[in-house]
């Protein structure tokens, strides 16, 4: 399996964390989106929309970083989903949430308030969308709040559905949000932070 991913890319920690805990064997290849690396000739030619991250396995060319996670865990028949049909519904429930409504707000409050995403992409901050991400991040960790009621993973054991969640909350995490009103999920996130895939997985795609 081939792995295309950037820098300081949310996005390319959910599958590198996902490739890692599944136990995958994979080739590692840095595009610098900088550079515009993306949206060379060969790049577009693994992902059309130009965008990181990317598999491909074999004849298989595969984006958006859930269902390569998907994909590398069904093939690896690996824990990281459940066994039963009603509890594997309930992962791509919480896949479907993040990316529709939880990444979307994290991305307006750490653009504004990171600055490693600030320095490495140059960008400053914009108040009103900081606003916006806030109110939305309002409504919805108030929902993994009440759904880590007296467990450590959302689905029980840890699975997909938590993985897809580390990157961008680690990234709101460091640029100072108020986790406080939400003890249960800010313990989840340091469960989270605290794996041996996380840590890879941050090394690879944040540092330097």
Not at 148 to 177: M, Q, T
């Amino acid at each position: 399996m081939d792995f295309y991913y950037g820098r300081c890319s949310g996005n390319s920690a959910r599958v590198a964390f996902g490739l890692i805990e599944a136990g995958a064997t994979f080739q590692p290849h840095l595009i610098d989106t900088r550079k515009g690396e993306n949206r060379s000739a060969e790049y577009l030619a693994v992902n059309p929309m130009g965008k990181i991250p990317a598999l491909v396995d074999g004849e298989l060319k595969l984006w958006e970083s859930n269902a390569i996670n998907w994909y590398v865990v069904e093939k690896l028949k690996s824990r990281l989903l459940p066994a039963s049909l009603a509890a594997r519904a309930s992962v791509q429930r919480w896949l479907f949430f993040q990316a529709a409504h939880v990444t979307p707000a994290c991305i307006s409050v750490f653009r504004a308030t990171n600055a490693r995403v600030q320095a490495f992409w140059q960008t400053t901050a914009d108040p009103k969308a900081l606003e916006a991400g806030r109110k939305e991040l309002a409504r919805y960790l108030p929902v993994l709040e009440a759904a880590l009621a007296n467990r450590d993973w959302l689905e029980g054991d840890f699975s997909l559905a938590d993985i897809a969640y580390g990157p961008h909350f680690f990234l709101v995490a460091e640029g100072g949000f108020d986790f406080s009103p939400y003890p249960r999920l800010r313990a989840w996130q340091h469960r989270l932070e605290k794996r041996p895939g996380w840590k890879k997985a941050q090394e690879m795609i944040f540092a330097g």
